[in-house]
């Protein structure tokens, strides 16, 4: 009973590594060439005049490079489109950031909005709830503080919205790491992890996605699930926004535009609460999904199954065990092949790939331990902030959206 047992398991750890492999493989192939740049916009109709557009960008503190980032944004071709900025103090050095944006591009249409009004439990939420009054534009585009963007942003991002099936349009985002080592490693978590699963997810037909990088709506369809209160309790608030308008019936597009954003966390402590933030966050809106993040984590994989290979190989000279042996080493190798792939893939160029292959294996196993920490705890700390990970307030069908109905 006992070799049977050992057999059992060694053949489910074989299966385990073949689907990891073929994820990597999968993960790989999905992922653009970095620098890669489609030959036209399917949604882009040269012969309309575009909306107008308002920009909310909710901001808290002087983070690194934030006037750079932001300043990608006064440097659109966009014919007609109003930045706004939200903050929550007074005192916020994001102030003077603004200030210095407003002296800089004297004929951009830049306002600051500075309300300490709090709405509810999410407080870059609240922020949105103070700004969206002051949106003069039919067209809401929401993006974070720390990314940075093409010219040609705003055009891109806001031209599916031409079609009437479509209710919000979000961003998938690359990272570059800010600051040393650690920002580093959390820019491959990104690069490397994050935005991989999205495109296989995508690829496999899933639309259930929201990424605060970039969420464009119709200030009518935000209307319709209530506005920005909707959400104003609800941890995975990008998330949210966009469930609730595919509750209405509408679709989601992936733009094909790729931002840019800037991993900053200086120290170990520092990433792995972002991270396990990130993936309880996951946890939260997709359990199941969630669960079955175990066959990302590419590196632990291989080094299990090669570990296999080894204890095969000396167990026994049995046939079985040394075709299993061969079949584990063949799977091995091709399991180093997708995720060496992977990581070109995602590379910024060849000098990156070369600095940060040494990485690779950290990462993975690094990530594989945050996914067993995230599996457990109920709260996350943002920006000094305790939030529930399990807060069921603000999602579809909840109070908050029958209130808005008027039921």
């Known amino acids: 009973m006992t070799a049977h047992f050992v057999w059992t398991c060694q053949w489910l750890l074989m299966i385990m590594c073949c689907c990891a492999v073929i994820y990597g493989a999968f993960a790989a192939l999905a992922m653009p060439s970095f620098g890669a740049r489609r030959s036209g916009d399917p949604f882009i109709d040269a012969s309309r005049p575009l909306p107008a557009v308002s920009v909310l960008k909710p901001l808290?503190?002087?983070?690194?490079?934030?006037?750079?980032?932001?300043?990608?944004?006064?440097?659109?071709?966009?014919?007609?489109?109003?930045?706004?900025?939200?903050?929550?103090?007074?005192?916020?050095?994001?102030?003077?950031?603004?200030r210095r944006l407003q002296a800089a591009y004297p004929h951009i249409d830049i306002e600051l909005a500075i309300n300490s009004s709090v709405h509810g439990s999410n407080l870059k939420v609240s922020n949105l709830i103070n700004m969206a009054g002051l949106a003069r534009h039919d067209i809401i585009v929401i993006a974070d503080s720390d990314i940075a963007v093409e010219p040609e942003y705003l055009i891109t991002v806001s031209a599916p919205l031409a079609d009437p099936s479509v209710g919000v349009v979000t961003c998938l985002?690359?990272?570059?790491?800010?600051?040393?080592?650690?920002?580093?490693?959390?820019?491959?978590f990104i690069n490397e992890w994050f935005a991989p699963s999205v495109r296989v997810a995508h690829a496999g037909g899933s639309r259930r996605f929201g990424f605060g990088a970039t969420l464009v709506l119709r200030c009518a369809t935000l209307a319709r699930i209530g506005g920005f209160a909707a959400i104003k309790d609800s941890l995975a608030d990008d998330y949210w926004l966009a469930e609730h308008v595919r509750a209405l019936g509408l679709r989601t597009v992936l733009s094909e535009v790729t931002v840019a954003t800037d991993v900053i966390e200086p120290t170990f402590t520092?990433?792995?609460?972002?991270?396990?933030r990130w993936l309880r966050t996951i946890r939260s809106v997709n359990r199941p999904g969630f669960a079955s993040l175990f066959i990302t984590f590419t590196t632990p994989w291989v080094?299990?199954?090669?570990?296999?290979?080894?204890?095969?190989?000396?167990?026994?000279?049995?046939?079985?065990?040394?075709?299993?042996?061969?079949?584990?080493?063949?799977?091995?190798?091709?399991g180093l092949i997708s995720r060496v792939l992977l990581h070109a893939r995602s590379a910024r160029h060849?000098?990156?790939?070369?600095?940060?292959?040494p990485l690779v294996p950290l990462r993975d196993i690094l990530l594989a331990v945050q996914w067993v920490a995230?599996?457990?705890?109920?709260?996350?700390?943002?920006?000094g902030q305790r939030l529930p990970v399990d807060n069921r307030v603000g999602q579809p069908g909840s109070e908050i959206m029958k209130a808005s109905d008027g039921r």
């Not at 520092?270 to 396990?276: C, D």
């Not at 599996?375 to 920006?383: D, L, P």
């Open 374 to 383: 995230a599996a457990v705890g109920s709260n996350v700390i943002w920006r």
């Open 303 to 334: 080094l299990a199954g090669a570990l296999l290979v080894l204890h095969l190989c000396a167990a026994t000279s049995a046939a079985l065990h040394l075709f299993a042996a061969k079949a584990m080493a063949l799977t091995t190798i091709a």
């Open 350 to 357: 060849s000098r990156s790939f070369w600095r940060d292959l």
């Open 270 to 276: 520092m990433l792995w609460q972002r991270e396990t």
């Open 60 to 98: 808290c503190g002087a983070e690194p490079r934030l006037f750079e980032n932001l300043a990608t944004f006064c440097e659109q071709t966009h014919p007609c489109f109003q930045l706004l900025f939200g903050v929550s103090s007074p005192r916020d050095p994001a102030i003077a950031i603004v």
């Open 173 to 188: 985002y690359r990272a570059q790491g800010v600051g040393g080592f650690w920002p580093r490693v959390g820019a491959l």
